[in-house]
């Protein structure tokens, strides 16, 4: 089983992908399952989460073949473009595999064999909601910061409203009780780091006003 994140991965993606792989593992002990992030660099601020150190780097057609993956999982994008640059080398390597999709994007593709999509705060949301709340999978040990790195930051820490929204701060209610705090993930997944700092710095001083925007440079 080989579960894949959309091109260009932000900390949603990567917690989608843990989430649903580790369930998987955690459930289905027997199944061989294959965490995969199309990315040149990862985001060493999410090494702190349960599995960040198994999951691949790698080109998805290379992986699917590399593995000989029987079943293919897409979380967090809505149609092929969002895993893939061509969509037709992708759709090759699919053929006569099974294929399914979680999501929380607007309605796309479907030209899945099982797909799932609701307007939900964050692609794990989806994932959490249905799997352990409907369909009572066991969650694994360390869930949590799983959970809420990609549930607080889709959201941008519940900036807006959304649908299933009670569920969702049901769910974030019992990672709570269990000690964990949203200011310590938040500042994990939100604080600048040293280098972005210096990078303002740099843009601060090269500032251009013209009459209907501001732009800087370095």
């Known amino acids: 089983i080989l579960v ?18 580790q369930l998987i593992t955690f459930n289905f002990p027997k199944k061989e399952v294959v965490m995969l992030l199309d990315t040149k660099e990862m985001l060493e601020k999410l090494s702190f989460l349960r599995g960040y150190d198994k999951l691949e780097q790698g080109d998805l057609v290379t992986i699917i073949n590399k593995y000989e993956s029987e079943l293919i999982i897409f979380v967090d994008g809505g149609n092929y473009e969002m895993f893939f640059r061509d969509v037709d080398v992708l759709k090759k390597s699919l ?17 899945f064999d099982y797909y799932l999509r609701e307007e939900r705060f964050s692609c794990t949301d989806v994932i959490f909601e249905q799997l352990v709340k409907r369909e009572g ?13 990609g549930t607080l930051s889709d959201s941008n820490r519940f900036y807006y409203k959304m649908e299933g929204y009670r569920d969702t701060f049901n769910n974030v209610a019992d990672v709570l009780d269990k000690g964990y705090s949203i200011r310590e993930i938040t500042d994990r997944i ?9 990078v ?17 440079y370095i």
Not at 4 to 21: C, I, N
Not at 95 to 111: I, N, V
Not at 190 to 198: A, N, Q, R
């Open 200 to 216: 303002f710095n740099i843009m601060n001083r090269h500032i251009t006003y013209k009459d209907n925007y501001v732009y800087s």
């Open 4 to 21: 894949v994140g959309h091109l260009g991965p932000d900390p949603d993606a990567y917690s989608s992908v843990l989430l649903l792989g």
């Open 190 to 198: 939100f604080t600048y780091s040293k280098e972005e700092i210096l």
């Open 137 to 149: 999978w066991e969650a694994f040990p360390g869930y949590e910061e799983v959970y809420l790195v």
């Open 95 to 111: 053929f006569g595999r099974k294929t399914a999709l979680f999501d929380h994007h607007q309605e796309s593709e479907k030209s």
